[in-house]
């Protein structure tokens, strides 16, 4: 306690203290200080601050120790009999019929755009029905808008043949 009868930071053990920004990095520093220098704390509270980092640490070395061993396990014991068909550019038997660097028709691209857009209005959609009640006259407005715009732009698509697949 300080001389105004304050609690200081410092007299709570570290444990016990909520996880912020201010609580890490500013251990040890007196009221009023201008100088927040990690130097000035005691090294038993340094260590209790690193030793919560130690699980996450431990389950990064896991990790990676996981995934480095799969992969020489499947490199070690995995079976390396190529033939002539392994070995060509196309596994599935069959030679190119074209070149691989054939036009698309532009109708695919459309037809993928307009699948992220209706997605996009779902996401949309889904959450304003949930809170449809609390936002009343204005969210139905709002999204009636929204929904008329987006079947403007389906009516336009559909005009300009882009759902029609020849």
């Known amino acids: ?96 019929f074209e070149d691989a660097r054939m036009r698309f028709d532009v109708r695919y691209y459309l037809i993928a755009i307009q699948f992220i857009i209706f997605d996009l209005e779902i996401i949309f959609i889904v959450p304003w029905t949930l809170v449809f009640t609390e936002l009343g006259p204005r969210g139905l407005v709002t999204m009636g808008l929204f929904v008329g715009m987006l079947f403007l732009g389906f009516i336009y698509v559909w005009k300009r043949g882009a759902l029609e697949w020849e």
């Not at 444990?15 to 500013?26: D, G, K, S």
């Not at 389950?59 to 009999?81: D, E, H």
Request: charged share 25%.
């Open 1 to 96: 306690m300080d001389a105004w009868g304050d609690v200081k930071e410092s007299d709570v053990p570290i444990r016990e203290r909520p996880h912020t920004v201010r609580a890490v990095f500013f251990e040890g520093r007196e009221r009023g200080s201008a100088t927040g220098d990690p130097s000035t704390q005691p090294n038993a509270e340094r260590a209790e601050v690193l030793a919560e980092y130690l699980p996450t640490l431990l389950f990064l070395i896991v990790a990676t120790g996981i995934g480095i061993s799969l992969i020489v396990v499947g490199n070690v014991l995995g079976p390396k009999r190529f033939d002539a068909e392994k070995l060509s550019p196309y596994e599935c038997g069959f030679n190119a």
